[in-house]
Nanobody, 123 residues
Framework: QVQLVESGGGLVQPGGSLRLSCAASGAIISILGMGWYRQAPGKERELVARIRSPGETTNYADSVKGRFTITRDKAKNTVFLQMNSLNPEDTAVYYC????????????????WGQGTQVTVSS
């Protein structure tokens, strides 16, 4: 089994910062990429940022460019999202995603999701 465990969400004032972490564990052979998505009430889930092998290529939603930074510790199968200059529009449940090959996946990449962590930006 593969698990993604997120941490770091919470309540922050506008202009503040938060750092999200997500650790993947279990019968993992290789991780092709990891990323963060978010879903606000009444809205669809959207990509926030992702980082992919090879080369640790990164992609960001336009709304977070210049404010959020995604990084990865490959040795620990952990991805981070540093969020600065937060505003109320960033309020959402943030989900970690990993595209990986597991022992049980018959060699094909599969999507795995964390349980989500709430980020609330409010004064």
């Amino acid at each position: 089994q593969v698990q993604l465990v997120e941490s770091g969400g919470g309540l922050v004032q506008p202009g503040g910062s938060l750092r999200l972490s997500c650790a993947a564990s279990g019968a993992i052979i290789s991780i092709l990429g990891m990323g963060w998505y978010r879903q606000a009430p009444g809205k669809e889930r959207e990509l926030v940022a992702r980082i992919r092998s090879p080369g640790e290529t990164t992609n960001y939603a336009d709304s977070v460019k210049g404010r959020f930074t995604i990084t990865r510790d490959k040795a620990k199968n952990t991805v981070f999202l540093q969020m600065n200059s937060l505003n109320p529009e960033d309020t959402a449940v943030y989900y970690c995603n990993a595209v990986l090959v597991s022992v049980h996946g018959l060699g094909s990449p599969e999507d795995y999701w964390g349980q989500g962590t709430q980020v609330t930006v409010s004064s």
